[in-house]
């Protein structure tokens, strides 16, 4: 069954590109062109890719998480307090 009918692509293919690792619409546009002429096939792009399927967006979760529990790390063992430009005058 065609997905997007401006460029002949199928659901098949949108689902090729993603077991290629493709996570989001605009991912496959850049891999198919689908969804980038009316944009009507975007929404069944989107459910043909499902919602946290992507292994690479669980790793980019993980990366975030990583990054911001360092973050808080750091000011923890800093310790000093935040000081803002308008404290400073």
Do not use: N, W
Request: with cysteine; glycine share 12%; net charge positive.
């Amino acid at each position: 069954m065609y997905v997007c009918s401006c460029f002949g692509v199928t659901e098949q293919q949108v689902k090729q590109h993603a077991d290629a690792g493709a996570c989001t619409p605009r991912q496959i546009a850049s891999a198919c062109k689908a969804g980038t002429d009316c944009g009507g096939c975007v929404r069944r792009i989107q459910a043909l890719l499902g919602r946290g399927d992507c292994p690479r967006r669980e790793l980019l979760d993980q990366k975030q998480e990583q990054v911001a529990g360092s973050v808080g790390a750091t000011a923890a063992v800093a310790g000093s307090p935040v000081v803002r430009l308008s404290d400073a005058a």
